[in-house]
Structure formats: C-alpha cells, structure tokens
C-alpha cells in the first residue's frame, strides 16, 4: 500500500507566519514547552493545560518546508519533483514583495500542476475566479486572521483530496492495460467516470464514440446529460477540431482523442473552465479509455480469428473438395448446348453453377483474407448485374428495385468482391421482406461520387422492419444472424471484409427500414 504523501511548503515573506503554520502541523512535544507560559496557563485556567493540544491519531503526520519568497519556493518544487517527493500542500501568501502569490503559483504550476495551493492571506487584490483562472481549481483559499484547528483541517482536508486523486489517476492509467470485454469495460468506465465527475464537480458526464463517417455511439453517460446534449452541435465542433491520431485535445467542457478510426469523447455539463489538475486527470481518462477500447477490440478480433482459423479449416478442406465438381457444372452446360438439348434450363443451370463456384470462392478468400484485385470497372453494369443475379435466385421478382446510378460512373474495384457484396446485401434485404410480408416491398440502391472528398458512396435500403439494435453492433462479426431461415452467419462478414479490403467503409442504420451505407476510395 502506498503511504499518503503528507509534505507541506510554506511560502510566507514573515517568518512569524512560517513558523507559526511550521508549529502547527508539526508541534513539539510537551517536554520542551516553555515552563514559564505553561505556569501562566495553570493559574488562568485554574489546572494544568498544554498550549499545544495533543495531537489525536486521525491527524496526519506533517512533514514541513518553509521559503520566503516565491522564487525560493519554485526552487524547492522544482528540487521535489526532480526528488520524486513532491509538495501534496502549498500554503501561500498572495501578498508577498517580488512574485505575489498568485504570479508564484502560476510559476509553479509550470512544474507541479498536481499540488493543493492554500492562500493564506489578510487581504487581497485578486478576485477568487481570477485566483482559480491563474492557479488552477486545485486551490484553496483562507484568511487571516487563522485558528490552529482551521490550519490543521485546511491541510488535512488537503492532502486527502491530492491523495484521493492520485490514486484515481493510478486507477485511470491501469485501464489500458486491462484484457476486458466490452461489458466489463463499461462497468469500469462508470465507475471511473463518477468518481471523476466528482472530482471536477459536476453531476453530468458522457462518455462516448464518434466514427470516421460522424456517426455516434454512445458508450455511457452519468447524470441527465443525455438530454441536454445537442449532438449536432457537438458533431460539428468535432468537425472542426485538428486532430492527430493518439492526439488528446481540448475544447472548452468537451475532450477528445483521436484514434484509428473513430474517436472518442468525453463531455462535461458546462459549469466552468477546467484547468491543470482536473483538466490533466479528464484528458487522461479519455486517453485511456480510448486505448482500453483498441484493445478490447483487438481482443475480440484475436479471439475471432481463433474461432475462424479452427472453422475455416474444416471448410476450407470441404470447399476444396466442392470446387471441383461445382465447377464441372458448367462444363456439362457447355456440353449440353453443343448437343442441342433443350435451352430454357440451359441458362439457369449454368448461372446457378458460376454463383456458386463464386460463393465458394469468397468463402477461401475470408478464410484466407485474399487482398483485392483492382481494375477499372463501371459500376453501374456491376451493380445492375448484382441486382439481376439476387432477384434471380429469390423468387422476388415482386419486390420494386429503384436505382440512381450515374450511368458513366468508373472505378478502380474489384468487380467480382463488390458485385458478391451487394448481392449479400441486396438477398439479407430480400429475405427480410419476403419474411416479413412487407406491402409494396421496396429496395433503393443510390450510388453517387464526390471527387473533392475521393469518395464514392454506394447506399442499399429498404422498407422493412429495420435492424434489431440489439444486433447492430455486432452485424459484420462472423456467426452472427438475425433468424434466417438460410445462411451461415458469414454474408455480412464477408462483406465489410470486401469493403475494408477496398480501403472503404461500411455502415449499417435503421432510417424506416435498413440503410447500409458504403464508402470507398473513388480516385
């Protein structure tokens, strides 16, 4: 366990005053008391009495050192810190010749931003928000004339709080190096971020996710900030701010880091500035909540890939065996057109047979995570080619298709993983509506180019019932389903496989139906 850190620096221009806080919270004993005021007690108070009351258990320990001016006293912060023994108290006065107390502080806070500051004063020039502007809101303040007792709490008081705090930022540096899962970090995240709350004081606070394309997620909130944040507001501002990846910034009650492909946030109910300690210890937290969330990600990808490399053997070892006589389908369709036989099944039978041969092969390319193979392709043809090969084998011909794609809009794409990529989509979409017996079921597919923003967006809706949230999270992990009826809890996987490879991104959403939205490089 670590001992609590009870050093005080007094930094008084009257040695009386040093002196004075020096006994205080250091008394001598009751042996080397002066006889003669010890006499002069007796007969005032009619018995024997201490001057100095004997120091009870639950009062810290003291340890003191004293300078004469501000200049001295940096001296000695300085020389604590590079001792590694810094100050948990600094009482200081604010009217001193030089540095005054509040120039003193500031000059401090350049070394220690972690110190309790106590002003100790008669009078003073400064207000207390320009005390707590220039000195940070780790300060104190106290008048004289002072009792011993108040002096004694005062430091006491002190020293818990520098205490409290230290092992709270202990407890925020750990979390990132913690293996948790999501719901066990969560957990932590709450009770991390309630003891920091009120410790910056306030009763609200929400922790946060803000992806690449400013989509939110919540991660978890304190208090009702829920309903007073104005998440647009706030997407704009993070918008705005400069950012660089593993960068920790500030923005008035909102702090942000930046990490690979979102980031993430924390915002404060606005009740005044943060600065040095709190400020330090808010910035912190997000840093490393953000780091505890990359890793438990890469934790669950890791145990994916475990899963997947077990799966994909036995799979893999099937499929190999499969490919052979699936693609000697269309071998016997090229035989049988030469022969004559009858036509109308002809072209079933060998469309059937090429699907099949390609979902064989985007199973070994996500088992082997196969890179891409680019080449210019128009995306319309490949889109409208997708359409007809999932309408083809649904049975769906009853369901509308509307499509707005710019009829000479080229790309550099792999044309056979984009192509199986919409088609999952577009037969997730069509199942759903059959299932569910949606009227005038609906699919829009709208596909547009920014070439300011090198994006070239690819949107797939419906109007069905949605995507069930409690699934939304975790929609493109492998083996995870909504009730098919068919299907191996692979389509979506594989998917945002294919999409990611293309350096893109995938987004899934409920807006009175299903929206999946797909963003990839365009130039």
């Avoid at 100790?120 to 928000?129: F, G, H, M, N, V």
């Avoid at 944040?229 to 910034?249: F, Q, W, Y």
């Avoid at 577009?426 to 070439?451: C, G, M, T, W």
Wanted: with cysteine; charged share 25%.
């Amino acid at each position: 366990m670590n001992q609590v850190n009870t050093s005080v620096l007094v930094i008084d221009d009257e040695e009386m005053v040093r002196d004075n806080i020096e006994e205080i919270l250091v008394p001598r004993k009751v042996a080397v008391i002066d006889s003669n005021i010890s006499k002069a007690a007796s007969i005032l108070f009619d018995t024997q009495q201490e001057i100095l009351i004997p120091r009870t258990s639950k009062i810290p320990v003291f340890t003191v050192d004293k300078a004469a001016n501000g200049m001295d006293g940096v001296e000695l912060v300085k020389k604590s810190i590079a001792a590694n023994r810094p100050y948990a108290v600094i009482f200081l006065d604010i009217r001193m010749p030089g540095w005054d107390g509040v120039e003193t502080a500031m000059q401090i806070r350049k070394h220690d931003s972690q110190a309790e500051i106590i002003f100790i004063t008669a009078y003073s020039d400064r207000s207390i928000e320009d005390i707590v502007d220039k000195a940070g809101q780790n300060v104190g303040y106290h008048c004289k004339p002072y009792a011993a007792e108040e002096i004694i709490l005062l430091a006491t008081k002190a020293i818990t709080d520098y205490d409290r705090l230290r092992s709270l930022e202990k407890l925020i540096e750990s979390i990132s190096s913690i293996g948790l899962n999501e719901h066990q970090l969560n957990a932590l995240f709450k009770n991390i971020l309630e003891q920091l709350a009120m410790s910056v004081g306030t009763d609200m606070a929400l922790l946060g996710k803000l992806n690449d394309d400013f989509s939110y997620e919540k991660i978890l909130s304190i208090g009702a900030i829920d309903s007073k944040i104005n998440l647009d507001e706030l997407i704009t501002r993070v918008k705005t701010i400069k950012i660089e990846p593993d960068e920790v910034v500030q923005q008035d009650e909102l702090v942000l880091a930046r990490l690979d492909s979102y980031s993430v946030f924390a915002v404060l109910q606005k009740q005044e500035k943060l600065k040095t300690e709190k400020m330090y210890l808010l910035k912190l937290f997000v840093q490393n909540a953000a780091q505890a969330i990359r890793n438990a990600e890469l934790t669950e990808k890791l145990i994916q890939k475990e899963k997947l490399s077990i799966v994909g053997k036995a799979i893999g070892m099937v499929m190999h065996d499969l490919r052979s006589p699936i693609k000697n389908m269309r071998i016997i369709t090229t035989m049988m057109q030469d022969e004559n036989e009858p036509r109308d099944l002809i072209p079933m039978l060998d469309q059937c047979a090429v699907q099949a041969s390609e979902i064989f092969e985007d199973f070994l390319d996500f088992i082997r995570e196969s890179p891409v193979k680019k080449e210019t392709v128009n995306l319309k043809y490949v889109i409208e080619t997708a359409v007809n090969l999932a309408l083809g084998t649904s049975n769906q011909q009853q369901v509308a298709i509307h499509m707005a794609i710019p009829a000479d809009l080229v790309a550099q794409l792999d044309e056979r993983k984009i192509k199986r990529a919409v088609m999952n989509l577009l037969n997730n979409a069509l199942e759903v509506l059959q299932n569910k017996k949606i009227a005038h079921p609906v699919i829009r597919i709208i596909v547009s180019a920014d070439e300011i923003k090198d994006q070239l967006s690819i949107m797939i809706r419906d109007n069905g019932p949605g995507i069930d949230p409690e699934i939304i999270k975790t929609l493109f992990e492998p083996f995870v389903t909504t009730n098919k009826n068919n299907g191996t809890g692979l389509g979506l996987a594989i998917v945002k496989q294919c999409i990611t490879a293309h350096g893109g991104t995938i987004i899934a959403g409920n807006d009175q139906g299903a929206v999946f939205t797909i963003h990839l490089p365009y130039k």
